[in-house]
C-alpha cells in the first residue's frame, strides 16, 4: 500500500452521527424525497470513491434510491438505513463499472479522467498519486477494485467489506490483495 495516499475529493460522507436515535422531527423511512435530501451526499461519495466518475454520480445516486426504497421501509435507525444504502451503492456502482467496462471494450467509453479525485488542497504529486492508482483499479477486475477502495480508501474493516461485497472475508481479503499488489506492481515501476 503507498505511503500517504490522499482523500478523496467527495461530497461529506456523513449526514449526522450513524449511531444516533433519529430526532423526532426526522422525515419518516417512507419519505423517498426527505431520505433522499438527507443521505444522498452520504451515497453520492461512496458512489464517486468506487466509481472514481463523477459525471456518473448523480444518476447512480438516484438509481440507489429507487432500487434500496423497498428496502429503507424495514430499517429503523439512521445506522440500518446507511448500512442498507451503502450495500445498495456498493451493488449498483459494481453493475455500472461493469457496464462501463464492456461500453469500452466495444469502445463506446472515452475513459475516466481521474485527475480531479484527489481533496481539495493536495499537492501535486498527491493528485498524481490518486489519479495513478485509479489508471490501476479501472484494469483490476471490478470485484477487486471495490472492495481495496472500500477497505483502503473508506476505511472499512475486511468483514464490512465482505458483507458490502456479499462475499466471505477470506474472499475480500484475497480481493484487497490482488488489487495491492497490483497497485504495488505500477507504483513501483514509477
Known sequence: MPPNLPQLRV?????GDAGSARAPDDPPQGDLGALYTRYASYVGAIALRLTGRPDEVDDLVQDVFLAAHSGLKRRDSDAEVKGWLATVTVRMSQRRLRRLRLRGFFGQDDGARFDDLAAPGASPEQKVLVARIYRVLEREPV???VAWILRRVDGHSVTEVAALCDCSPATAKRRIAAASIAI?????RG
Open 11 to 15: 461530497v461529506p460522507t456523513s449526514p
Open 143 to 145: 470485484a477487486n477494485r
Open 184 to 188: 504495488e506492481e505500477v507504483l513501483g
